[in-house]
């Protein structure tokens, strides 16, 4: 505990060199998998849980004020830390509330590291634990202010919870444009219909789904449009 303890502030203190940072955040990733004394995090269990939960929190802390170039490396590794060392459902929530977070500047770095996230449960066999948290949290991103970055939000959580190749190529493209650019409207319409189609198998999970479009299409005209696409599905 204590070298993660000091690890963090090394990473924190802003002092450090690149390559210096680098090296503390390496040992600090190894201690997430092993522990201060080498012991082994292996399996999911309540123990590890709380160990990895703890450190991989410090290091999303550390992400949101880190400087551009370490916030590529961390995105690319944390959503396997996450998948390894977490249940999928705590993953998921994480993941999905450090992207809605208003303290997390590094917007773009969050949605990549999203869609790491989703696309690895996807590939564990736990979709359902995407959808149920996608129908609990949508709503918020739905309503966020400004209206363009409520957009915006929205595309890249439904882009993320998606298995459609075309539409997770899009991202780069979302990501890099305002909520109300033509692209991110687009690509939430045609991601927000495969999301009903294909992944909201229960009726009740269509029915909640379709509510929180009701409650919103008032906003929007993508939102309306997005609505009248999901009521005409048969």
Excluded at 22 to 29: D, E, V, Y
Excluded at 177 to 202: K, N, P, R, W
């Amino acid at each position: 505990m204590v070298t993660s303890y000091c690890l963090h502030y090394r990473l924190s203190s802003g002092r450090s060199s690149y390559s210096e940072t680098l090296s503390a955040l390496g040992l600090l990733l190894c201690c997430v998998y092993t522990g201060d004394e080498g012991e082994a995090l292996i399996g999911v269990t309540m123990d590890t849980t709380a160990v990895a939960r703890e450190r991989i929190a410090s290091i999303i802390e550390w992400l949101r004020r880190a400087p551009h170039p370490y916030t590529v490396v961390i995105t690319q590794i944390l959503p396997q830390l996450m998948v390894d060392l977490l249940p999928p459902s705590e993953a998921v929530s994480m993941v999905m509330n450090e992207f809605l977070s208003q303290q997390q500047v590094h917007m773009k770095s969050a949605a990549a590291m999203l869609v790491e996230v989703f696309q690895r449960v996807h590939r564990c066999g736990n979709s359902h634990v995407i959808t149920n948290w996608m129908l609990l949290m949508i709503g918020n991103a739905l309503k966020r202010e400004p209206l363009s970055m409520a957009i915006w939000y929205s595309c890249c959580l439904l882009v993320a919870a998606c298995t459609n190749d075309v539409l997770l190529k899009m991202l780069p493209l979302v990501t890099d444009c305002s909520g109300e650019h033509l692209v991110v409207m687009e690509t939430f319409h045609h991601a927000g219909i495969h999301f009903y189609i294909d992944q909201l198998t229960v009726n009740d999970h269509r029915v909640d789904f379709v509510k929180l479009l009701t409650e919103v299409a008032p906003l929007h005209h993508c939102y309306k449009r997005l609505l009248m696409a999901c009521n005409n599905v048969t």
